[in-house]
T-cell receptor, first 114, second 113 residues
Framework: KAGVTQTPRYLIKTRGQQVTLSCSPISGHRSVSWYQQTPGQGLQFLFEYFSETQRNKGNFPGRFSGRQFSNSRSEMNVSTLELGDSALYLC?????????????FGPGTRLTVT | AQSVAQPEDQVNVAEGNPLTVKCTYSVSGNPYLFWYVQYPNRGLQFLLKYITGDNLVKGSYGFEAEFNKSQTSFHLKKPSALVSDSALYFCAVRDDSNYQLIWGAGTKLIIKP
């Protein structure tokens, strides 16, 4: 079974630009969660999608948004990038409808904002 | 509010020695606890979980964790460390309000030959 894939793996953007990251979950998984990982803040939950609906949202500004498609693939978008948005963005999928049990993570997208 | 703490930023262990990575938690109900490992430039990999049942949970790569309700701890252990165990380890607890995971800050484990 193929694992969680994320594209692109690396991105360099300029302040004020926007960016879209993509995540393909494990086949059959319907829950996709997004996390931001930084050295200072650790792992922080962004949002979770299940069956194309946002189920949960973390404490991030509205510049961070996401969506999920009918095939469970998910995208997250960050608009008006700030230097502080530089981070590793991780996507995780779960076979359970509430990410109740173990999540399977992708390799992440390393975003650098200059 | 639910929370999880990993009191050690870094743990150094000689190869072949037993290792322990500490985790304590605070939850209002029954704890659902997890350990994940992150190798450099990789995503997180699931190691083990405690939902209910035996206090000693066995997981991947020879790791195990001991759930201690009275001490609200869920320490990760391995009887004999390998250099390849060097990585960043995260403890997490389920947030009962939204079923998401609350993560510890991570502990860097360094195994020296």
């Amino acid at each position: 079974k193929a694992g969680v894939t994320q594209t692109p793996r690396y991105l360099i953007k300029t302040r004020g630009q926007q960016v879209t990251l993509s995540c393909s979950p494990i086949s059959g998984h319907r829950s996709v969660s997004w996390y931001q990982q930084t050295p200072g803040q650790g792992l922080q939950f962004l949002f979770e999608y299940f069956s194309e609906t946002q189920r949960n949202k973390g404490n991030f500004p509205g510049r961070f948004s996401g969506r999920q498609f009918s095939n469970s693939r998910s995208e997250m978008n960050v608009s008006t990038l700030e230097l502080g948005d530089s981070a590793l963005y991780l996507c995780a999928s779960s076979g359970r409808d509430r990410a109740l049990y173990e999540q399977y993570f992708g390799p992440g997208t390393r975003l650098t904002v200059t | 509010a639910q929370s999880v703490a990993q009191p050690e930023d870094q743990v150094n262990v000689a190869e072949g020695n037993p290792l322990t990575v500490k985790c304590t938690y605070s939850v209002s109900g029954n704890p659902y606890l997890f350990w994940y490992v992150q190798y450099p430039n990789r995503g997180l990999q699931f190691l083990l979980k405690y939902i209910t049942g035996d206090n000693l949970v066995k997981g991947s790569y020879g790791f195990e964790a001991e759930f201690n309700k009275s001490q609200t701890s869920f320490h990760l252990k391995k009887p004999s460390a390998l250099v390849s165990d060097s990585a960043l380890y995260f403890c997490a607890v389920r947030d009962d309000s939204n079923y998401q995971l609350i993560w510890g800050a991570g502990t860097k484990l360094i195994i020296k030959p």
